[in-house]
């Protein structure tokens, strides 16, 4: 956050952040003259997978006001300074299979998460199927279709997530950290209809944003 900078600055040290970095996703703002201001930068290498523009519209509902952009730059503002921390403050982690590999690391992670929380910061968590997991999935597929379907296959390896998301809410749960577990349909992510390699179009994050206002 950085206060009393227009869009053009925040633009510009948006733009440094991303040289120096290489490869990262940069989401900046701050209030100038009573209002939001936010700029988002994405590199190239990553924006197959998160779009600023995208960032931008949905951190701009969450402080009052709307924005957009290019995959890799977009700028927004909004009339509610008041909600600008909490926008910014929300931390997307990723862990994958082997960092969820069994249910030892499954409660490691839960704890890396507690200490977050402990900070008062928001954190949604995206995780993978556990280590093995998913090659288990395709043999089983493989067991009954030499050459498996596109959309059962879909439909067969979503639920290795399925698991680790349920166990890791039950994780936290035991350790006093309130959480609730989401499938891609029920936060309503939506994509192209290329199955086994879906490209994201849009993400609701209505019901994440209230579970996270609800303190989970």
């Known amino acids: 956050?950085?206060?009393?900078?227009?869009?053009?600055?925040?633009?510009?040290?948006?733009?440094?952040?991303?040289?120096?970095?290489?490869?990262?996703?940069?989401?900046l703002g701050g209030e100038l003259d009573g209002k939001v201001?936010?700029?988002?930068g994405v590199t190239k290498d990553l924006t197959s997978r998160v779009k600023a523009g995208d960032l931008i519209r949905n951190t701009a509902a969450a402080v009052g006001?709307?924005?957009?952009g290019r995959p890799d730059m977009a700028q927004g503002g909004g009339a509610d300074p008041a909600?600008?921390?909490a926008a910014l403050a929300l931390i997307v982690q990723k862990f994958g299979g082997t960092?969820?590999?069994?249910?030892?690391?499954?409660?490691?992670v839960a704890e890396k998460i507690k200490g977050f929380r402990a900070k008062g910061i928001d954190l949604v968590v995206v995780v993978s199927a556990m280590s093995g997991e998913t090659n288990r999935l395709i043999e089983l597929a493989k067991q009954v279709q030499a050459e498996p379907d596109a959309r059962e296959m879909d439909v067969i390896l979503s639920t290795g997530e399925q698991v680790t998301i349920g166990l890791l809410a039950m994780a936290l749960k035991a350790i006093d950290v309130p959480a609730v577990s989401y499938t891609g349909s029920q936060v309503r992510i939506?994509?192209?209809?290329?199955?086994?390699?879906a490209r994201i179009q849009h993400i609701d994050d209505a019901n994440i944003r209230a579970e996270l206002a609800a303190g989970k």
Not at 2 to 25: E, P, R, V
């Open 190 to 197: 939506v994509t192209d209809s290329a199955h086994n390699k």
């Open 83 to 85: 909600a600008l921390d």
């Open 65 to 68: 006001g709307k924005g957009g």
């Open 1 to 27: 956050r950085l206060d009393g900078q227009d869009g053009k600055a925040l633009l510009a040290l948006m733009d440094q952040l991303k040289n120096k970095l290489g490869s990262a996703i940069v989401l």
């Open 99 to 108: 960092s969820v590999g069994s249910v030892e690391r499954i409660c490691q």
């Open 37 to 40: 201001v936010l700029v988002a």
